[in-house]
Structure formats: structure tokens, C-alpha cells
């Protein structure tokens, strides 16, 4: 790249980057061991963003803070929304999308980079390794990479979250193992199952092959937050005639401005008591004047929150993780008892609910000598910088979903099953032959759609009401010879490689007509 006559000097440092759904993390790989970046003296940065105005922006802590007191403004957990088909936020009466949103955190990440004192980059930071959940879709791949683009850096690869905790992990271990990282952040819900093989010596590599990886886009920390605020507006509730703190919309006699900022206390304290609850029996929610009513009464909070009352209002979503980690393990084919080690990751996962349960389930005490909030991003940095040297480390992947496309009646024709593995440095090819509906049928358009449960029908829901296959691309294959319904056929062939970037190719057998689509790829 060259800007002005000038050649761009990159940097020989690559970063790895936990794109967080309620914090983020960089770290980089630095004489021989990982190092996380700070952002403001603190290792990880909530993933929020806050408009001033159009021109004036916050980022990180000071973004966090204005959450409640001005939410029109302010954008947390945008990557719940990464890949959603045309998702926008009105800003200030600008459209905004999860791409922009995540450019300006990245944006962040990488100044803090340079701001890190002993550590000269050397030139511009440009290359990055960014984690996405085991569950993204190719759609928030696609969005997570144009996020990336959209900040100047080059995505060197879009790695699992647990597959870069499971790296960590391995480092510099001499043991060969199956390992299950359970991974619960700030919004999403990761398992997966790997079977870590160590260098026997230097002319080997370590290798990390994925037997299975399944997870819940929307479930996590916040969710607990969430709880806990709960708890405390019901005691709040009854004390005070009924007022309401989470209820925006209502009209209670109290200006909407101030309704806010009580809100946005509320959250900011539930989030302490959640990290209270971690390491003591019960916390004390003691909060002079959170709100004052039309009438200039001030009204406080005074109330004692026990450990098990936590536990019991966040039970029911705990049992649905392990609903998920069965799942993982039934598809690898392994029992509880061939799991070596059980590593958590994730800053929800210091819920002593989830380690109790882990003990319960796998009769072990789950690892967690790791940091479980940085183990991603610095899994990521060994990654980066092992990339293209020999002798580090492999990762065997796995395809994420089933993918085909949607065929006469709505119905989903399966053409890569999900677990299939991709071969190390090569893609997977799975190809299926179709035939013209109609006489004289000239053109066709493909619907490409993935799915992480089998389903018949394109159109299925949960028994939430979501759909459970996932639109992700279209294109028309046209010139087609015309011959009576069902006699000229038609080839679709899917390839995905280790990224699980996602090429599909149309072909009229017989002719020159062919065309194809690359998903999960930025294009300019």
C-alpha cells in the first residue's frame, strides 16, 4: 500500500482480538509469550459506543456509562446483530450498521496498541486474527470481516473462540488430550470439543482438531445482568407503590430523563452484584436517592440479595448450556468421561453456578488457571503470529452448519452436512445434480441457506418463533438451453475452506452457462 508517493511500513506484530459482545480484549505475541493490551490501565474494553452528537463519539468505559442516560445514542452489544439482513441504528437521523459500529471498537483496540508503553510497534498495526463465536453465522463472519476492513486492518483469519482458548491452553503443553472449552461472554454461549495433539519434536507441529462445536447466539452475562436488575426492581416495586425502574414507556409521574439514569444505575449496580456474588454468600444493595418522584420524594435502595436467590433466577438458563455441551458431545461421539479437561472461558463463566454444575456434570474441577477474559484474545496473538511458521500449530476444522440450498415447495436440500471435517489447507467439495422445474426453463435463482439443526423445510421455526435456517446469498444462473420440464439438469457444488468461507457454483450441464457466489468473503 502506498499513500502519497510513500510506502505504508506494516508492522511485524499481529494481533489477536476478542471482538466481545459486552467487552473486548487485543493481545499480541511478544518474545516467545502473549501479552494483552491494555485500554486505559484496564485488560478489557466494554464493547460500547456513544454518540455526542454526529461528529463526537465515546468509546469503552466512558460509552458504558451513558447506556441508560441516553440509549437513542448509545450502542452496546452490537455483535448480537452482526450479519442480521438490514439491520440499522438511527443516530442522530444517520443509519448505522453493526459494521460501523464494530469498526469504531477495533478502531480503539488497535490505538491502544500504540499507546502500550515498552512495546514499539514498528510500524503500523495492520494485520489481525479476530475471534467470532463457534456459532456465527457466514453472514457475521461476512459482517465481522467488513467491520474489520472498514478500521484499515487485514484479517488474517476469523478464528473460533474456543478453538483460540483451547491454543492457549495447549501452548507449550507436552500433553495429548480432549479438551472442552466452555465459553460464556457477555451475550453469546460457546462449546466445543477438540482433540489436542502435541509436538512429539521440532519437526512436528501441535495439532487442534474440532470433533464438534455448538452454541447459543443469545445467551450470556447480559442475560444474568438482567436477572439480577430484576430482583431488585420486584423488591423495589412493592417498597415503593408500585414504580417501576426497568419500564420506559409507562407514564409513572417521573420525567423520562431521570427514569433513565435510574435505569442505567440499576444495571451498573447489578453488574456489581453479580461480581459480588461470585466470591460471597449474599451482596448489600445500598443506594441513597436512585430516583426521585414528581412529588420530590426521594426513594432509595435498601435490600439484601442472597446468593441463592441469584442462583435460582439464572438456573433455568444455565441448564440450557448444558443442554448444548450434551449436544457437542453426542456429535464427537465422546462420553463426559473422555473429556481430559474442562476450560472455561468467558467472564460469566466466574459464575460459581457454572463451575458447581461443571463439577456436577463431569465429576471434575473445570481448569481455570487462565485468565477466562483474555484467554481468547491471547489464544488468537499465538495464532497470528504462528501463521505461516512452520512448525507451531495446526487447527482441523470443522463446517459450522449444514448448508444447501431451498429447492420446489420451500423444502431445504442439504448439501454439506454440518461436522463434515475440512481437510488442513484445502476446502471440502460436496456437489448435488437438479433438475429444471418448468418447459422450457432458461434461468434459475439459487437460495443459499445454512441451518445448525437438520431441518426438511426452509420456513421452520423454534419453539421461540425463530426461523431456523438462515438465509445467506442468492444469484441467478441464466442462459440455460430450453428443453421440457426436467430434462436439462443442473449441477450446484458447494466448497468451503478452513475460514468456512462458503463458495457455491450453478452449472447447466452440457453448456458454458455457470455461475457462482463466494460468501463470508469482502468484496470491494
Known amino acids: 500500500m502506498k499513500m502519497a508517493g510513500l510506502e505504508i511500513k506494516y508492522s511485524k506484530y499481529k494481533l489477536g482480538i476478542d471482538l466481545g459482545t459486552s467487552t473486548s480484549v487485543v493481545s499480541v505475541y511478544e518474545n516467545g509469550k502473549t501479552r494483552v493490551l491494555k485500554i486505559n490501565g484496564k485488560e478489557c474494553m466494554p464493547s460500547v459506543v456513544s454518540f455526542i452528537d454526529k461528529n463526537t463519539k465515546l468509546i469503552g468505559e466512558e460509552a458504558k456509562g451513558r447506556a441508560m442516560l441516553d440509549p437513542s445514542n448509545t450502542v452496546s452489544s452490537i455483535k448480537r446483530h452482526m450479519g442480521e439482513e438490514g439491520y440499522k441504528l438511527s443516530i442522530f437521523e444517520e443509519p448505522y450498521s453493526p459494521e460501523q459500529i464494530a469498526s469504531e471498537i477495533l478502531s480503539k483496540l488497535v490505538d491502544a496498541a500504540y499507546e502500550q508503553k515498552d512495546f514499539e510497534p514498528e510500524g503500523s498495526l495492520y494485520d489481525v486474527v479476530i475471534c467470532v463465536p463457534a456459532n456465527f453465522t457466514d453472514n457475521a463472519k461476512l459482517a465481522t470481516k467488513k467491520a474489520a476492513e472498514m478500521a484499515g486492518l487485514n484479517v488474517l483469519a476469523l478464528l473460533e473462540e474456543p478453538v483460540a482458548a483451547a491454543i492457549m491452553y495447549g501452548f507449550d503443553s507436552n500433553k495429548d488430550q480432549n479438551v472442552l472449552v466452555y465459553d460464556l461472554g457477555g451475550g453469546t454461549f460457546d462449546v466445543c470439543v477438540l482433540k489436542i495433539q502435541t509436538k512429539k519434536n521440532n ?109 435460582q433466577a439464572i438456573s433455568h438458563l ?97 448439501i454439506i452436512e454440518k461436522g463434515t471435517e475440512i481437510p488442513k489447507k484445502a476446502s471440502v467439495v460436496r456437489e448435488k445434480e437438479y433438475k429444471t422445474q418448468k418447459d422450457e426453463q432458461t434461468e434459475v435463482i439459487i437460495y443459499v441457506y445454512q441451518s445448525s439443526e437438520d431441518i426438511a423445510f426452509v420456513n421452520e421455526k423454534d419453539d421461540e418463533g425463530r426461523e431456523k435456517a438462515v438465509f445467506i446469498g442468492e444469484f441467478k444462473l441464466s442462459n440455460i438451453p430450453p428443453a421440457p420440464k426436467g430434462e436439462q439438469k443442473i449441477t450446484v457444488k458447494f466448497e468451503v475452506n478452513e475460514e468456512n468461507i462458503i463458495k457455491v457454483t450453478a452449472t447447466a450441464l452440457g453448456t458454458d452457462s455457470k455461475e457462482e457466489i463466494t460468501l463470508n468473503v469482502v468484496k470491494e
Not at 280 to 289: D, G, I, Q, W
Not at 350 to 373: A, C, G, M, Q, T
Not at 388 to 397: H, K, M, R, S
Open 203 to 311: 519437526a512436528d507441529r501441535d495439532k487442534y482438531e474440532i470433533l464438534s462445536k455448538e452454541g447459543i447466539s443469545k445467551l450470556g452475562g447480559d442475560d444474568f445482568d438482567r436477572s439480577i436488575m430484576e430482583i431488585i426492581n420486584e423488591d423495589f416495586k412493592l417498597k415503593n407503590k408500585g414504580i417501576d425502574l426497568l419500564d420506559m414507556e409507562k407514564d409513572q409521574g417521573i420525567s423520562k430523563k431521570k427514569m433513565k439514569a435510574a435505569g442505567q444505575k440499576l444495571k451498573e449496580i447489578a453488574e456489581n452484584v453479580k461480581i459480588e456474588l461470585s466470591f460471597k454468600n449474599s451482596a448489600s444493595v445500598l443506594f441513597p436517592n436512585i430516583i426521585q418522584t414528581g412529588e420530590g420524594e426521594l426513594l432509595h435502595l435498601d435490600m439484601e440479595i442472597a446468593r441463592d436467590t441469584f442462583e
Open 318 to 414: 444455565v441448564d440450557k448450556t448444558y443442554e448444548i455441551v450434551k449436544l457437542a458431545l453426542d456429535n464427537a461421539k465422546l462420553s463426559m468421561e473422555d473429556i481430559d479437561k474442562v476450560i472455561l472461558v468467558g467472564g460469566s463463566s466466574l459464575v460459581p453456578l457454572v463451575k458447581n454444575r461443571i463439577k456436577e456434570v463431569f465429576k471434575v474441577e473445570p481448569y481455570s488457571d487462565f485468565n477466562p477474559i483474555t484467554i481468547v484474545a491471547e489464544g488468537a496473538a499465538i495464532f497470528a503470529a504462528s501463521m505461516g511458521t512452520p512448525g507451531e500449530g495446526d487447527v482441523f476444522n470443522i463446517v459450522t452448519h449444514n448448508l444447501g440450498i431451498m429447492t420446489e415447495g420451500m423444502e431445504f436440500s442439504n
